[in-house]
């Protein structure tokens, strides 16, 4: 059982989860950079806009690690699972997350960063008949 309050537990997540959100991001700039778009800097500014984002958003979560003392590390991995160890007030707690599920929390976040976060919401009233 964790000592870990969920919203805490989700920080240390993202604490997980943006950096490789962060280094997809950056691989996938170096290939547009180098593709033979016509046009390629608005993928390139798309990308670099949503890192900016992303960033930000690390910065936030690893002060409010800091503030908080709380820490995460990458302990082990193998094809299945990747190992992470929290440090929380003191506590230390290993996790094990499927790489499969990693690999498809990533892909939802780039999701949202990448054009889910610009959209606006819809509402019923405001659909056409």
Known sequence: MTRIPENDRNILEQ???LPM????????MQIVDSSPFKLKRPYLE???ETMKVIQGELAH???YMRVNKMKVERIQSDDAF????FLYKGYEEHHNYFNPRLRNRVEELM???LYRR????TS???KEA
Do not use: F, G, Q, W
């Open 82 to 85: 990747t190992m992470y160890m």
């Open 61 to 63: 979560v690893k002060k």
């Open 118 to 121: 610009l959209m606006k919401p």
């Open 46 to 48: 798309l990308i670099e």
């Open 124 to 126: 019923d009233s405001t």
């Open 21 to 28: 959100v962060l280094t997809i991001l950056n691989r996938d």
């Open 111 to 113: 999701r949202h960063y």
């Open 15 to 17: 604490a997980i989860y």
